[in-house]
């Protein structure tokens, strides 16, 4: 059945860069999604990458996909405390997209000053 | 409204009781999604409606738990008999169809809190 793993926990410094990874099983999924999660708030849509893309870079971020491993990363730069928060990796069940999500377990992203 | 609404935002109740949780979509969103996030824990798939296909039940934890939904408007999840571990925050998202069929991105409510005691 479909699984999205990622690790649970990264500290960085803040300027530093971040890379959170993210591991999935559903070959056929056509999107790949990463979410934000803010204390106390609400699910918020970072970016996305299609699948038949390498790397898709907004801004501060950079999504790298490798299908061939099924594996996808978040890479934020010049990271602020203001991006602690948890990030989940999600995919679109099914090649069809017009399935379910399924989300990873979530990254918890802590900036040090 | 301007985004998915749910309610209440946060409900107690006993051992025992039954619940409904309610959510409305974005206006004209086709797809809504139901999730349960335990404390510290990611999003466990509940249930899924695309217009006016048949749902995908499949994320559904036991027999206490069903929703509804009245064409592409509202949905209410209900869960029979609670039980403490059902505690849990249940978040909601909708979504519409771009070209070609394909979902665009769901956006999620603030969610409904539920602690069962």
């Known amino acids: 059945g479909e699984d999205v793993e990622q690790s649970l926990f990264l500290s960085v410094r803040e300027g530093d860069s971040s890379v959170i990874n993210c591991t999935y099983t559903?070959?056929?999924?056509?999107?790949l999604y990463w979410y934000k999660q803010e204390p106390g708030a609400g699910l918020q849509l970072l970016t996305y990458i299609f699948s038949n893309m390498d790397m898709k870079q907004d801004q501060r971020l950079t999504v790298l996909l490798n299908k061939k491993d099924k594996h996808l990363s978040l890479r934020i730069a010049d990271t602020q405390t203001g991006d602690s928060a948890i990030y989940f990796c999600?995919?679109?069940?099914?090649?069809?997209?017009?399935?379910?999500?399924?989300f990873g377990q979530g990254t918890t992203l802590q900036v040090k000053p | 409204g301007a985004g998915v609404s749910q309610s209440p935002s946060n409900k107690v109740t006993e051992k025992g009781k039954d619940v409904e949780l309610r959510c409305d979509p974005i206006s004209g969103h086709t797809a809504l999604y139901w999730y349960r996030q335990r404390l510290g824990q990611g999003l466990e798939f509940l249930i899924y409606f695309q217009g006016n296909s048949a749902p995908d039940k499949s994320g559904l934890p036991s027999d206490r738990f069903s929703a509804e939904r009245t064409g592409e408007s509202v949905s209410t999840l209900t869960i029979q008999r609670t039980q403490q571990e059902d505690s849990a925050v249940y978040l909601c998202?909708?979504?519409?169809?771009?070209?070609?069929?394909?979902?665009?991105?769901?956006?999620f409510g603030q969610g409904t809190r539920l602690t069962v005691v």
């Open positions: 999600a995919e679109s069940a099914g090649s069809s997209n017009t399935g379910k999500l399924i």
């Open positions: 998202a909708s979504s519409s169809i771009r070209d070609r069929g394909m979902n665009t991105e769901a956006f």
């Open positions: 559903d070959s056929s999924s056509t999107y």
